[in-house]
């Protein structure tokens, strides 16, 4: 099934970079920016965490949180934000079982590449844990900057 603006986006609980378990109900009362990447330390997810980071205290003050996934370990994603200064969380779903409840984890295609791989997308959630919006194949480099004013011309 796919997920469309109005669902309720499905919760979920997953280690952070900090060994910490998490779960997406605890942010309730808060909007959320859920964004799934490919791979810690790549170009176009390092520069993606980079402009979420330059904005971070932006979203902090719309009662936003920013949280990114990918199926990096939880070694990897705390090298990746050491690194880049990100002060957000990063949560690991190395098996893809909450990439698969968000439909942006592509499945192989044949047998001479039997990877899967991670379409970059994002989704707003609100207060109440409802999607009100959602980016699909997302500009790592533009991205942040549309999320922060998007969220600022939701009605509250």
């Known amino acids: 099934m796919l997920l469309e603006i109005g669902d309720f986006a499905p919760d979920f609980t997953l280690v952070s970079d900090e060994g910490k378990t998490i779960s997406l109900k605890d942010f309730r009362g808060k909007r959320v920016v859920l964004y799934f990447y490919p791979k810690d330390g790549t170009s176009g997810c390092t520069r993606e965490a980079r402009e979420f980071s330059k904005l971070h205290e932006k979203f902090r003050k719309e009662n936003t949180a920013i949280i990114g996934i990918s199926m990096d370990d939880v070694e990897s994603h705390r090298k990746f934000k050491m690194e880049n200064n990100i002060p957000f ?21 044949n047998k001479e590449a039997p990877y899967r791989s991670v379409v970059r997308t994002t989704f707003l959630i609100n207060e109440d844990g409802r999607i009100v919006k959602i980016y699909k194949r997302v500009n790592p480099k533009s991205h942040a900057e549309a999320c922060l004013l998007d969220l600022k011309s939701l009605t509250r």
Do not use: T
Request: hydrophobic share 40%; glycine share 10%; no cysteine.
């Open 89 to 109: 969380i990063l949560l690991s779903d190395p098996e893809g079982e909450v990439l698969k409840k968000y439909g942006v984890l592509e499945e192989p295609v």
